[in-house]
């Protein structure tokens, strides 16, 4: 059974970068069946995809067109984890962040990583 | 972009009722959709895939179905574990999510 966990502070300032980590047991974050993603949750978001990494023989990468340029999600095959790095971060990227596994070859999101509560504050 | 409108935004209910909510898409997303269930302070759980079915674990009182564009989550007989909020979400094409419906006791 996939266990994520993760990591990372709670508090950034504004212009800063918010850095996630997510440490994945029970699978692989270089199975070609799965995908990894960052999803955040906001009041005024609601719940809202962010961006995705996976291997296919090659390291692929998806960002939702909202944050393209300040996002990058990163695989550590050596750790077994991802991460993630939002740049330039405003107040309206407060929100509570989770990682998540896609499988069925990484469109079916079926397993969350705790959350991470993050304000952008100076 | 897949826009999803879930309905109602808040439900109250009593234990024993049966309860219905409905997610419509923007587009086709053939039976692309997943629901889940959230409680205050956790992630969001899995219930249902591909419109109508039943993840592992998750009692049968719940259950998914399609017409069309339009995706409906049924809990048959409520149970006080069952007071959360819902989301849909379609995976048809990216990732979009309703904007959920908070379950309460009546």
């Known amino acids: 059974q996939v266990q994520l966990q993760q990591s990372g502070p709670g508090l950034v300032k504004p212009s800063q970068t918010v850095s996630l980590t997510c440490a994945i047991s029970g699978d692989s974050v270089s199975s070609e069946t799965a995908a990894w993603h960052w999803i955040r949750q906001s009041p005024s978001r609601g719940l809202e995809w962010l961006g995705r990494?996976?291997?296919?023989?090659?390291?692929?990468?998806d960002y939702a067109v909202s944050l393209k340029g300040r996002i990058s999600i990163n695989a550590d095959t050596a750790k077994n984890q991802f991460s993630l790095l939002l740049n330039s971060v405003t107040p309206d990227d407060t929100g509570v962040y989770y990682c998540a596994r896609g499988s069925e070859f990484g469109v079916l999101i079926d397993a969350w990583g705790q959350g991470t509560p993050v304000t952008v504050s100076s | 972009d897949i826009q999803m409108t879930q309905s109602p935004s808040t439900l109250s209910a009593s234990v024993g009722d049966r309860v219905t909510i409905t997610c419509r898409a923007s587009q086709s997303i053939s039976g692309r959709l997943a629901w889940y269930q959230q409680k205050p302070g956790k992630a969001p759980k899995i219930l249902i895939s591909?419109?109508?079915s039943l993840e592992s674990g998750v009692p049968p009182r719940f259950s998914g179905s399609r017409s069309g564009t339009e995706f409906t989550l049924t809990i048959s007989s409520l149970q006080p574990d069952d007071f959360a909020t819902y989301y849909c979400?379609?995976?048809?094409?990216?990732?979009?999510f309703g904007q959920g419906t908070k379950v309460e006791i009546k």
């Open positions: 591909q419109a109508s």
């Open positions: 990494t996976y291997f296919r023989r090659l390291w692929f990468d």
């Open positions: 979400q379609q995976y048809k094409s990216y990732w979009t």
